[in-house]
């Protein structure tokens, strides 16, 4: 089994800045891509940004140049540093992770998903 652990949503003014991270934890083999989705109130869950293991990364078209998504491949975490914050980025904020992990004697896939981290941008 798997779990991803957000941490770092908040409330903040316009303009300014939030840090997200996403911990991945249990019997992990190995980790693919990682990103960050997001959902706002009545709307349906959007890519915010993907990063593969090897670094490569991809946004989301609204959130280039403000957004940047990183990982630490040995803390198997994976952040997401936000800047210029508008309202429009409220939203609940999931981390995706595509694991591979021990299953008694098997490797198995899986697309496993965080619990959601609040981010309300207000002044």
């Known amino acids: 089994q798997v779990q991803l652990v957000e941490s770092g949503g908040g409330l903040v003014q316009p303009g300014g800045s939030l840090r997200l991270s996403c911990a991945a934890s249990?019997?992990?083999?190995?980790?693919?891509?990682m990103g960050w989705y997001r959902q706002a109130p009545g709307k349906e869950r959007e890519l915010v940004a993907t990063i593969t293991s090897g670094g490569s990364t991809n946004y989301e078209d609204s959130v280039k140049g403000r957004f940047t998504i990183s990982r630490d491949n040995v803390k198997r975490t994976v952040y997401l540093q936000m800047n210029s914050l508008k309202p429009e980025d409220t939203a609940v904020y999931y981390c995706?992770?595509?694991?591979?992990?021990?299953?008694?004697?098997?490797?198995?896939?899986?697309?496993?998903w965080g619990q959601g981290t609040q981010v309300t941008v207000s002044s």
């Open positions: 995706n992770a595509d694991i591979v992990y021990f299953s008694g004697s098997y490797l198995r896939p899986v697309g496993s």
């Open positions: 249990g019997s992990i083999f190995s980790i693919d891509a």
